[in-house]
């Protein structure tokens, strides 16, 4: 069965700066990943997603992740953070054998002015 | 285009009632997902339908949850009879396809049981 850990719970980040959120996975075959955030009083929205192909991939609202298969991991990164992107964060991966994804814990972003 | 549509959005009830959680799930998709989430144990999916037909039910609590799809644009969570544990806000999230397809979430339902 596949497991997502996401190390850490909460990560505060001043608005400018850059921001990394940790994601690592466990299964044995290609997984499909995805990064969603959900902001307070909503449902999770869809940040980007991983098939195949290029390793690096972009997504909305200027955020991008890269897979590492070696260290079985898919980070998601943003350049500068804005107050908006204050949010819950979670990765989440599922598999080529049905449409069951399987969450991290979630990461809660807090931006300082 | 209309995404994954749930009501109520907020519930407030007393323990021992009946509670009917709604879904519409977003036209086309042939999986919808129900999924609980709280402070203590985070994100957990109750229960799975793929072409209206439950594939995964391993995640409700007991028996007193029980959910249906009648058809591939309606779903309904039950929960009788509710206890304060049931707290929580419940999502649904539906998909389209075979295989690793992203889930497309609706905003929730709060429900607080008193």
């Known amino acids: 069965a596949q497991s997502v850990t996401q190390p850490d719970i909460h990560i505060t980040v001043s608005e400018g700066a850059s921001l990394e959120l940790r994601c690592n996975y466990s299964?044995?075959?290609?997984?499909?990943l995805f990064w969603y955030v959900q902001s307070p009083g909503q449902g999770l929205q869809l940040l980007l997603k991983y098939f195949s192909g290029d390793t690096l991939v972009q997504g909305i609202k200027g955020f991008e992740a890269e897979f590492k298969r070696s260290q079985s991991s898919f980070n998601l990164r943003k350049p500068s953070v804005h107050w908006s992107d204050a949010a819950e964060y979670f990765c989440a991966v599922g598999t080529i054998a049905g449409n069951k994804l399987t969450f991290g814990g979630g990461t809660r972003v807090l931006v300082k002015p | 285009d209309a995404g994954v549509i749930q009501s109520p959005r907020h519930e407030v009830t007393e323990m021992g009632q009946e509670v009917t959680l709604r879904c519409k799930p977003i036209s086309g998709h042939n999986s919808l997902f129900w999924y609980r989430q709280t402070m203590m144990r985070g994100l957990e999916l109750l229960i799975y339908f793929n072409n209206n037909v439950p594939i995964d039910d391993s995640g409700m609590p007991e028996d007193r949850f029980s959910a249906k799809m009648p058809n591939a644009s309606f779903s309904t969570l039950k929960i009788q009879p509710s206890e304060p544990r049931d707290s929580a806000v419940y999502f649904c999230?539906?998909?389209f396809g075979q295989g690793g397809q992203p889930q497309h979430f609706g905003d929730g339902t709060r429900l607080s049981i008193l």
């Open positions: 999230a539906s998909s």
């Open positions: 299964y044995g075959a290609t997984p499909y």
